[in-house]
């Protein structure tokens, strides 16, 4: 199955809410081994913009590159993914840029995005997340 992160799940990742949601973080991150993971390039971008300002910016690199070498992959966005972004930015008014973007990737590579926002769920897309 092909998994693709949100900038949610990575914030929460690295700046856990609380003890018990670090935990559940850790168990749920140990199921991913087993996937193909992917990350959507737009995420690099707000990751770095919101975690690097509270760990800084070469800690915020540092955890991606783990994400990397890992196995994830990053994504960039290509036609393809900027023309179906684009149309569901269209139909959708309200759709941050960003998380049509991340919809397309994972309508591209036929993927569940791991994250909690509502958005995807109004395009009728997979999600899952570690709760």
């Known amino acids: 199955m092909v998994l693709v992160i949100d900038t949610r ?3 929460a990742h690295t700046l856990p809410p609380s003890e018990d949601e670090r935990i559940m973080i850790k168990d749920f991150t140990k199921k991913l081994a087993k996937e193909e993971i992917i990350i959507p390039s737009i995420v690099i971008v707000e990751f770095l913009k ?4 509270v760990i800084g910016k070469d800690s915020a690199k540092i955890r991606l590159r783990l994400w990397i070498g890992c196995g994830a992959k990053i994504v960039p966005i290509n036609e393809e993914v900027a023309f179906a972004a684009g149309e569901m930015a ?3 008014k309200n759709l941050p840029l960003a998380d049509a973007i991340i919809g ?11 994250s909690d926002d509502p958005h995807f769920n109004r395009l009728d897309l997979k999600t899952i997340w570690y709760k």
């Open 104 to 114: 397309a990737v994972a309508r591209q590579f036929r993927g569940k995005i791991i």
């Open 90 to 92: 269209l139909v959708h």
């Open 9 to 11: 799940f990575l914030i």
């Open 50 to 53: 919101v975690v690097g300002s």
